[in-house]
């Protein structure tokens, strides 16, 4: 659900910091735009060939500026563990509500029973601190990846049920920094058993509807697509099936449009999005960089940057903000090679013209 920092042995995710550094830039390649044309010439300059489907948004105080190539600005994009941070708005909003605690553990909201799982706080959830695997190995990751690999088929359909049979049986850990689909998709429906719903509907009553996130969604089968829901790709441009399922939703199971993102990115710098205080890093997660509930910060050229990265099977993502310079940048993805440089790369540019600027 995320580029991570070694080469994947199974299917995971992401999040861990890397050093970015300056994209492989191919040739632009010829095919149909969408929205500002002056980020839709970066958007080919800086992906070429290796993503003929994609799409990006830059974010400032003077607006918000949209592109897309090879599909329309109103077609979504798995969001892959970006998922993550979203889920972190919830947790810093639902603290703020008094719903639960940091030291709250997942067995005062799921049915787990006396078991390890069930001792372990939602705080370190957050921060990726649990001692909960990637993983757990009843959902035989590496099984999946192999069928990932060879048929393109989805590794995570399981329910909540599922998941919570995942739990009970899990070995934890001793809590150390240690990035965790498994746990992220726990802290998610904790969160919304303590609101009392699902996590579906959280997401869009907290975060979708106050903020007009039309076409941010979480199909939980593939029949439940929206009718503007892209095709993923691998690298090489095979098709790769959806990645849907209750229980990935709060790590990896969201879709959004390019605006949609946007959206929440200008919410998060303005400040009038839920849960803000996710992104203030409180703790140490990986060389040069700490984590808040699922948001990473690290500095890059200088700026310090707040930032989430997600892959799926057929989609990769980057979000990042520099609140310094109150700018923001989307990269959106159909194809599985990684958007992260690419990522940092337009921030880094549009935060550096933002702050020349202002020194002027």
Same mark, same amino acid.
Not at 3 to 10: E, K, L, S, T, Y
Not at 129 to 137: D, I
């Given at each position: 659900?995320?580029?991570?920092?070694?080469?994947?042995?199974?299917?995971?995710?992401?999040?861990?910091?890397?050093?970015?550094?300056?994209?492989?830039?191919?040739?632009?390649?010829?095919?149909?735009?969408?929205?500002?044309?002056?980020?839709?010439?970066?958007?080919?300059?800086?992906?070429?060939?290796?993503?003929?489907?994609?799409?990006?948004?830059?974010?400032?105080?003077?607006?918000?500026?949209?592109?897309?190539?090879?599909?329309?600005?109103?077609?979504?994009?798995?969001?892959?563990?970006?998922?993550?941070?979203?889920?972190?708005?919830?947790?810093?909003?639902?603290?703020?509500?008094?719903?639960?605690?940091?030291?709250?553990?997942?067995?005062?909201?799921?049915?787990?029973?006396?078991?390890?799982?069930?001792?372990?706080?939602?705080?370190?959830?957050?921060?990726?601190?649990?001692?909960?695997?990637?993983?757990?190995?009843?959902?035989?990751?590496?099984?999946?990846?192999?069928?990932?690999?060879?048929?393109?088929?989805? @590794?995570?359909?399981? !329910?909540?049920?599922?998941?919570?049979?995942?739990?009970? +049986?899990? #070995?934890? /850990? *001793? &809590? %150390?920094?240690?990035?965790?689909?498994?746990?992220?998709?726990?802290?998610?429906?904790?969160?919304?058993?303590?609101?009392?719903?699902?996590?579906?509907?959280?997401?869009?009553?907290?975060?979708?509807?106050?903020?007009?996130?039309?076409?941010?969604?979480? @199909?939980?089968?593939? !029949?439940?697509?929206?009718?503007?829901?892209?095709?993923? +790709?691998? #690298?090489? /441009? *095979? &098709? %790769?099936?959806?990645?849907?399922?209750?229980?990935?939703?709060?790590?990896?199971?969201?879709?959004?449009?390019?605006?949609?993102?946007?959206?929440?990115?200008?919410?998060?710098?303005?400040?009038?999005?839920?849960?803000?205080?996710?992104?203030?890093?409180?703790?140490?997660?990986?060389?040069?960089?700490?984590?808040?509930?699922?948001?990473? +910060?690290?500095?890059?050229?200088?700026?310090?940057?707040?930032?989430?990265?997600?892959?799926?099977?057929?989609?990769?993502?980057?979000?990042?903000?520099?609140?310094?310079?109150?700018?923001?940048?989307?990269?959106?993805?159909?194809?599985?090679?990684?958007?992260?440089?690419?990522?940092?790369?337009?921030?880094?540019?549009?935060?550096?013209?933002?702050?020349?600027?202002?020194?002027?």
């Amino acid at each position: 659900m995320g580029a991570d920092r070694h080469r994947p042995g199974r299917v995971q995710a992401g999040g861990a910091p890397q050093v970015p550094g300056s994209p492989s830039v191919r040739g632009p390649v010829v095919t149909a735009v969408h929205g500002d044309a002056g980020l839709a010439t970066r958007i080919e300059e800086l992906l070429g060939a290796r993503h003929p489907v994609a799409a990006a948004a830059l974010i400032t105080t003077a607006g918000v500026t949209v592109a897309s190539r090879g599909a329309g600005l109103d077609s979504d994009f798995e969001i892959g563990s970006v998922s993550k941070a979203v889920t972190g708005l919830l947790y810093a909003d639902a603290l703020d509500r008094g719903e639960l605690k940091p030291e709250t553990t997942l067995g005062e909201l799921l049915p787990l029973g006396d078991v390890p799982a069930a001792r372990v706080t939602l705080a370190s959830l957050s921060q990726h601190r649990s001692g909960l695997p990637r993983l757990p190995k009843t959902a035989q990751p590496l099984r999946r990846t192999l069928a990932l690999w060879r048929h393109g088929t989805n @590794p995570y359909g399981e !329910d909540l049920q599922q998941l919570l049979v995942q739990a009970r +049986t899990v #070995r934890v /850990g *001793r &809590p %150390r920094a240690r990035y965790s689909n498994f746990g992220f998709e726990l802290l998610g429906h904790a969160i919304a058993s303590a609101a009392g719903t699902s996590y579906a509907d959280l997401v869009q009553q907290r975060i979708a509807s106050p903020l007009q996130l039309n076409r941010l969604y979480l @199909p939980a089968t593939a !029949d439940q697509l929206g009718p503007d829901a892209l095709t993923g +790709t691998s #690298r090489r /441009g *095979r &098709p %790769r099936q959806p990645w849907t399922g209750e229980a990935v939703g709060p790590a990896g199971g969201i879709r959004a449009t390019i605006g949609d993102m946007a959206r929440l990115m200008a919410a998060l710098l303005d400040g009038s999005a839920p849960g803000i205080s996710a992104l203030d890093p409180i703790a140490p997660f990986g060389k040069g960089a700490r984590i808040g509930a699922g948001w990473i +910060t690290i500095t890059v050229k200088g700026h310090l940057i707040t930032w989430h990265n997600g892959g799926t099977g057929g989609f990769r993502s980057w979000a990042g903000l520099d609140r310094d310079t109150a700018t923001g940048a989307v990269v959106l993805s159909a194809t599985s090679a990684s958007v992260d440089r690419h990522g940092f790369l337009l921030l880094t540019e549009r935060a550096e013209t933002t702050r020349t600027a202002s020194n002027s």
